[in-house]
């Protein structure tokens, strides 16, 4: 079965930085996009996507301040998030498209889920 770990998340002050880490095993032929995601109370909303060309997309709040980066020998991305304020306050979860080593199509995956809290 396909996992996601991740890890990485903390405690940081304002200003400070974290470093995620999302590592996909399992049965896997090919990794196609992956995202991290912000969970807050009531919604769970994209902050950066990477394709497996390495194409990024963030959301607009983030911009200059997290990178988002993988390194598809590992099947593993990254979010590197520097200049930390307290809106980036959430859980932060990846996910992956993955073609199983016996499958035709892709399917989602989710990581559990790694708790980020800035204090002011």
């Known amino acids: 079965q396909v996992q996601l770990v991740e890890s990485g998340g903390g405690l940081v002050q304002a200003g400070g930085s974290l470093r995620l880490s999302c590592a996909a095993s399992?049965?896997?032929?090919?990794?196609?996009?992956m995202g991290w995601y912000r969970q807050t109370p009531g919604k769970r909303d994209l902050v950066a996507a990477i394709t497996n060309d390495g194409t990024t997309n963030y959301v607009e709040s983030v911009k200059g301040r997290f990178t988002i980066s993988r390194d598809n020998a590992r099947n593993t991305v990254y979010l590197q998030m520097n200049s930390l304020k307290p809106e980036d306050t959430g859980v932060y979860y990846c996910n992956a498209e993955v073609r199983q080593s016996h499958t035709y199509g892709y399917n989602i995956y989710w990581g559990q889920g790694t708790q980020v809290t800035v204090s002011s």
């Open positions: 399992g049965p896997i032929r090919t990794v196609k996009n």
